[in-house]
Structure formats: structure tokens, C-alpha cells
């Protein structure tokens, strides 16, 4: 069974930092491409940021860059998301993804294999 899970959501507060983790099981995450994806009540899933499979490409959202770091450690089959100066429209469930093709990464969400579950981030004062 192929899984991804996301963990380290909670309530933070605005321009305060949170990091969230997905933790692969099942497979070997350096074998995929990971993007990270977040969706607000009412609104279309987006895409957050994404990694290359050896780490050495990445992409952000706009709304995101400058604040947001992603990050992977293979060898722990993990990728990490850093979210620092955040702010209330930041609020969502976010989830990470794995795609599978041989592609550095896309914010696409049709192009991912696989998702965890979503964890929550709330930003409110």
C-alpha cells in the first residue's frame, strides 16, 4: 500500500511560521516528484509548491514565494513544507502529492499518482 501522510498543522497565529511533513510509506519517495496543494472552504484545490525528485528543482505559487520553503530528505522519505510570515488567507487543509512520471514537477494537481489525507492550517489572531 502506497500512502502519504501529512502531519504538523494547527492554529498559528498572523505572520507566525508553521512547518508541515509528508511522510512517504510504501515507496521510495525519491523515485517521485512531491507538490504540495491547499484547499480553503469554498475554493478550487491550488497548487502550493513542488519538488523534483532529487530536490534540485522547485516551484512556488506567486501568492506563496519569498514565505514558503520546500524542502525533501530522501533518505528519511520525507518532504517538508516551511511556511513562514503567514497570513489568514493561508488557511486551509493542505495536502501533499506524488507523481510518478518523469517530469522535474508541475502545480498541476491532474498530474499526481498519489495523496495523503490533507492536514489543516488555520491562521487567525
Known amino acids: 500500500q502506497l500512502q502519504l501522510v501529512e502531519s504538523g498543522g494547527g492554529l498559528v497565529q498572523p505572520g507566525g511560521a508553521l512547518r508541515v511533513s509528508c511522510a512517504a510509506s510504501?515507496?521510495?519517495?525519491?523515485?517521485?516528484?512531491i507538490g504540495w496543494f491547499r484547499q480553503a472552504p469554498g475554493k478550487e484545490r491550488e497548487g502550493v509548491s513542488c519538488v523534483s525528485k532529487s530536490g534540485g528543482f522547485t516551484k512556488y505559487a506567486d501568492s506563496v514565494k519569498g514565505r514558503f520553503t520546500i524542502s525533501r530528505d530522501n533518505a528519511n522519505n520525507t518532504v517538508y513544507l516551511q511556511m513562514n510570515s503567514l497570513k489568514p488567507e493561508d488557511s486551509a487543509v493542505y495536502y501533499c502529492a506524488a507523481d510518478s512520471l518523469n517530469r522535474l514537477c508541475v502545480l498541476s494537481s491532474g498530474e499526481y499518482n498519489y495523496w495523503g489525507q490533507g492536514t489543516q492550517v488555520t491562521v487567525s489572531s
Open positions: 510504501g515507496f521510495t519517495l525519491g523515485y517521485y516528484a
